[in-house]
């Protein structure tokens, strides 16, 4: 899943030693993966603090728990840790952090983010635009936000409408409606006034 060379294990052990109580370990999770504003992240996990379906292993000194969501996103991730002039760098390269993969066992979250970043929003960004999921509520309602041109553009409403909730509502049959977050009184970038 992800390699963490001896020199990255001792320098997080040394940070997890600086911490206060027993079992602090740390836990490692792409946030929004498989688009291009993945990020894979480092967090410390206090006993209890790990999340339900998170993959623990055990190194020397700590516990790391991978997010099950990010799995497949963390394949062929390396984590190293090399001293420089200013003290020393912690770097984490996931490859695959960003790559859509939305196989049949991919989470409803991974299945939007695919067709918002390769079918929806290739479309906006000819007028500036883009929209993003903010979150799933219950029964299954997906919370966008839209950007750049669209935030405040006269036509949103047909883009949501007939673009993005029809697209999505068909690829994403378990999906029950569709809502925008977005704050369209900010004008200054919008498509259309």
Request: proline share 5%.
């Amino acid at each position: 899943m992800i390699e963490i060379s001896e020199a990255a294990q001792t320098y997080l052990a040394e940070l997890l030693s600086n911490q206060e109580g027993e079992g602090i370990g740390i836990r490692i999770f792409v946030s929004q993966p498989g688009t291009p504003h993945a990020e894979t992240c480092i967090a410390y996990c206090r006993p209890g603090e790990e999340q339900e379906g998170d993959t623990p292993v055990a190194y020397d000194k700590f516990t790391a728990w991978f997010e099950k969501r990010s799995e497949s996103y963390l394949v062929d991730a390396k984590v190293d840790y090399a001293e420089d002039r200013m003290g020393g760098q912690l770097t984490i390269k996931a490859p695959n952090a960003r790559t859509p993969n939305v196989g049949p066992d991919a989470s409803i979250e991974d299945r939007i983010n695919y067709v918002l970043y390769n079918e929806i929003n290739p479309g906006l960004a000819s007028h500036g635009g883009q929209v993003s999921l903010v979150e799933i509520v219950e029964d299954n309602v997906a919370i966008l936000e839209f950007g750049g041109g669209c935030q405040g553009c006269a036509a949103v409403d047909v883009t949501l409408k007939n673009g993005v909730e029809k697209t999505l509502l068909e690829q994403i049959p378990e999906l029950t409606a569709i809502k925008d977050s977005t704050d369209h009184t900010v004008t200054e970038n919008a498509y259309y006034k």
